[in-house]
């Protein structure tokens, strides 16, 4: 499984972007994808999740009413929709794949894609 994350970029507080990340290759009929981060000198932090159907979904609390994750599996494609960001939301962020169950452990991702920057500026 092959992951290219896009949609990173600068923007200021208060502002939105919205991420993309597209699942390729080898694909399976059940995986949960989701969102993890890092930012500069701190480990890296889950998220977000989605199951398969999209019915279930998990939120880091820092991010609870603010970001939005969501799928179409037609086009094996998950996105973040990120409002209200805050300047400890710049980080690289970047999408991993499961087959199984949400875990918010990025240990538990065997596939990961190759990161996307965001910078939010105060």
């Known amino acids: 499984v092959q992951l290219q994350a896009s949609g990173g970029g600068l923007v200021q507080a208060g502002g939105s972007l919205r991420l993309s990340c597209a699942a390729s290759?080898?694909?399976?009929?059940?995986?949960?994808m989701a969102w993890f981060r890092q930012a500069p000198g701190k480990e890296r932090e889950f998220v977000t999740a989605i199951s398969w159907s999209g019915s279930s979904t998990y939120y880091a609390d820092s991010v609870k009413g603010r970001f939005t994750i969501s799928r179409d599996n037609a086009k094996n494609t998950v996105y973040l929709q990120m409002n209200n960001l805050k300047p400890e939301d710049t980080a690289v962020y970047y999408c991993?794949?499961?087959?199984?169950?949400?875990?918010?452990?990025?240990?538990?991702?065997?596939?990961w894609g190759q990161g996307t920057q965001v910078t939010v500026s105060s």
């Open positions: 991993a794949v499961r087959f199984g169950s949400p875990n918010g452990s990025g240990s538990y991702y065997p596939y």
């Open positions: 290759g080898r694909t399976f009929n059940s995986y949960v």
